[in-house]
């Protein structure tokens, strides 16, 4: 389905959900740093009920929706599983995510709705995403990684 057939209610449904995304990080704590950091040292626990009731509560929609549903409902588009191989690049990439979540106490989704809190200085580890984000990209299209690889093709 291509975007002009999209249903009219896709780009406002996303923003709604990123508006209900943001305020639920808010409001759990996990848009404050010193809160995610008190989590990765094991001095506090209550991050863990979050996480583990949005991965709860998203594993039955998913199970839900594509056992009842051949297709998405806003997008029209069918509901398939995405292989991607496991290969240096996801270990690398896993590794530098979770020494910056480690170093500024934040996740790129996170560190958006603490700005939406108030927590400005946090933009230095947004430029700091920015920055690595564009630093990959540069690094890559020099690199033997720009064609397509194997586990980009479509399956048969």
């Known amino acids: 389905m291509s975007d002009r057939e999209r ?4 780009l406002p449904l996303i ?13 759990s704590g996990m848009a404050k740093p010193e809160i995610v950091l008190d989590f990765l ?3 506090d626990f209550g991050l863990l ?6 991965a709860v509560v998203t594993g039955i929609t998913f199970a839900a929706a594509t056992r009842s549903l051949d297709r998405a409902p806003l ?8 292989l991607k191989s496991f290969d240096r690049n996801v270990i690398l990439g896993g590794a530098i995510f979770g020494v910056g979540w480690g170093l500024s106490g934040i996740c790129p989704g996170a560190a958006y709705a603490s700005v ?8 230095w580890a947004i430029a700091g995403m920015f920055l ?3 630093a990959q990209g540069y690094a890559r299209s020099f690199g033997t ?3 397509e690889s194997p586990s980009d093709a479509p399956a048969n």
Not at 16 to 26: E, P
Not at 49 to 54: K, P, R
Not at 75 to 82: E, K, N, V
């Open 41 to 43: 040292q094991f001095d």
């Open 145 to 147: 990684d720009s064609a």
């Open 116 to 123: 939406g809190i108030g927590n400005y200085p946090i933009l």
């Open 75 to 82: 997008t029209g588009d069918a509901y398939t599983r995405r």
């Open 15 to 27: 923003y709604v959900g990123g508006l209900i995304f943001g305020f639920g990080l808010a409001f």
């Open 7 to 10: 249903n009219p209610l896709f």
């Open 49 to 54: 009920f979050v996480m583990g009731g949005a």
């Open 132 to 134: 690595g984000a564009y």
